[in-house]
């Protein structure tokens, strides 16, 4: 049996896994945005999604992991400043990151705070402009058994809208896996960290990229990555997902460089090399990577309106 520390229950909702359903096969967008994860380097995506918002560029498909997929709700949502208020503003809430919730619950973040309390309550998501938005919106997760990667788009899953957002977010080791439909459900940059392909596949003629990491960034295999067999000894999949996802990134961060050489992609990535952590907790550092976030979308913006244009 599964110990139920490790497993975040879904009760109810329809949620249906197949964003490729026969009406949208052949669909061709002409425009979207790739959102990579990161964790609280994620605010930079926030700055970035802040200037598209002002300037009211609204891509026609989003597709975002972990931390990307959070920030695009809200740009989904059409909500400028939400972003930067349930991050920057709350991370010092003492339920937000402590060491108190990953030994009460099991969970670094307060995931309960974030996904229940915050946009239920304390600063509301507007689910209405959310749901009846034109956009095509992907949310990545990765299916712990399998290891492989899961896809909801927002139409899908209209009454479960949160929790599928806070299983792409659930970090492995720092959060409970999201079961639902006998489905267990986590961090979408595990299986898809920057989902690209899945953008191609669906049909996206010209791709915005946006990453959290300078260019040049390559991840190295981590040391923890082997106590993955008997953290998560009955997923076979997330294991063997967790211990190659280095090279998956490194991988992928190839082909969207050799895809940016070419001028098949546009890539708005940190101009300065920020030493945020996934978890980090100083406003002052988020606050600046935000900033940055916003002034290299300013600088980039003609630049990637020409790309999308030509």
């Known amino acids: 049996m599964t110990s139920q520390k490790f497993i975040y229950d879904v009760q109810g909702g329809n949620i249906f896994t197949s964003s490729t359903r026969k009406e949208e096969r052949h669909k061709v967008f002409k425009d979207g945005l790739v959102l990579e994860g990161g964790g609280m380097r994620g605010v930079y995506t926030a700055g970035v999604l802040e200037y598209f918002m002002e300037q009211n560029r ?29 991050t920057i503003d709350y991370v010092t809430h003492p339920d937000y990151i402590s060491i108190k919730n990953l030994l009460m619950r099991k969970e670094l ?40 990667p899961v896809y909801f788009e927002k139409s899908e899953c209209a009454t479960d809208i949160l929790s599928i957002v806070r299983a792409s ?44 990491k300078a ?37 992928t961060l190839d082909t969207i460089e050799r895809l940016e050489e070419e001028g098949k992609v546009f890539v708005i990535r940190p101009s300065q090399d920020f030493k945020i952590k996934r978890a980090e907790r100083d406003a002052s550092k988020l606050e600046n990577m935000h900033t940055q976030g916003y002034l290299d979308a300013r600088d980039a913006f003609q630049s990637m309106e020409n790309f999308l244009n030509n």
């Not at 309390?117 to 209405?128: E, G, M």
């Not at 896996?177 to 920057?194: R, T, W, Y």
């Not at 295999?221 to 294991?239: A, I, V």
């Open 58 to 86: 609204y891509f026609t498909y989003i597709i975002g992991v972990s931390a990307g997929a959070c920030h695009a709700s809200s740009y989904v949502s059409r909500q400028p400043g939400r972003n930067k208020s349930v």
């Open 109 to 148: 973040f307060g995931m309960d705070l974030i996904f229940d309390h915050i946009p239920n309550k304390l600063v509301p998501f507007d689910f209405t402009t959310f749901h009846s938005s034109k956009q095509h919106f992907i949310i990545g997760t990765t299916d712990c058994e399998t290891g492989k």
């Open 215 to 251: 260019k040049g960034y390559r991840k190295k295999p981590s040391f923890f990555s082997k106590t993955t067999r008997y953290f998560y000894k009955n997923y076979g999949g997330l294991t063997h997902a967790l211990e190659t996802r280095w090279k998956l990134y490194n991988d």
């Open 169 to 212: 977010s659930s970090l492995p080791f720092m959060s409970k896996a999201v079961i639902h439909q006998n489905k267990f459900l986590m961090d979408g940059g595990i299986s898809d960290p920057i989902p690209i392909q899945k953008a191609l596949q669906d049909g996206v003629q010209k791709s915005v990229i946006v990453l959290t």
